[in-house]
């Protein structure tokens, strides 16, 4: 990947962060558009706008700088069909005979695969009042139900891992950023 192609990925997260816009933007579908616009104009919605959404993203750490909370974000994106396929089978460098049979992209046969090519991580501030879910978490006995997570927790499942093989990094995680600042993570459902 270029470096030109690499700070592309980059610059819609910098809008981000200094636009403050207020508007819920739609999942992205394309391999090429890793990132939505942001409109500059407001759209008509049935919705209440609530933020940016960034919708898939690994978090790669969690930690603390001048009294404030930040992410480590890695944004992807989550394909099906055709194009997932496409992707997987550059990405992994697998033949298509072997694609499916779970070594290259085990994700495929659940009909999904997470593209991440550029692992090029942002910060991003959480706010105060951040809420997050997630349903892999380890004192979740039920894998259908979504918990609440503290802040707190959450950290401290990047920072002391509560089993050796539970790796949170590895977790798509949805966003939702206002003013600047994230104010909602919400794990993404894989099947």
């Known amino acids: 990947m270029s470096p030109r192609h690499s700070l592309a990925l980059i610059i819609p997260w910098l809008t981000l962060l200094c636009c403050g816009c207020s508007r819920q933007l739609p999942i992205v579908s394309a391999p090429t558009a890793r990132f939505p616009d942001i409109p500059t104009q407001p759209q008509p919605t049935s919705e209440v706008p609530k933020g940016i959404s960034i919708p ?20 992807a994106e989550m394909l099906s069909g055709k194009i997932a396929e496409t992707m997987a089978l550059k990405e992994t460098g697998c033949s298509r005979e072997h694609l499916f049979d779970g070594d290259c992209a085990p994700s ?53 891992p509560p089993f050796s093989n539970f790796n949170a990094t590895m977790i798509p995680f949805n966003l939702v950023i206002q003013n600047g600042e994230v104010i909602t993570i919400t794990e993404q459902y894989l099947p």
């Open 56 to 75: 898939i993203t690994f978090i790669k750490d969690v930690y603390d700088k001048n009294n404030t909370t930040y992410l480590a974000a890695d944004a």
């Open 108 to 160: 495929l046969n659940n009909a999904f695969y997470i593209s991440n090519p550029v692992t090029t991580t942002i910060p991003l501030p959480l706010a105060k009042t951040v809420k997050i879910t997630m349903t892999t978490v380890p004192w979740n006995h039920s894998s259908n139900s979504t918990l609440s997570v503290t802040l707190t927790e959450f950290k401290k499942l990047f920072h002391q």
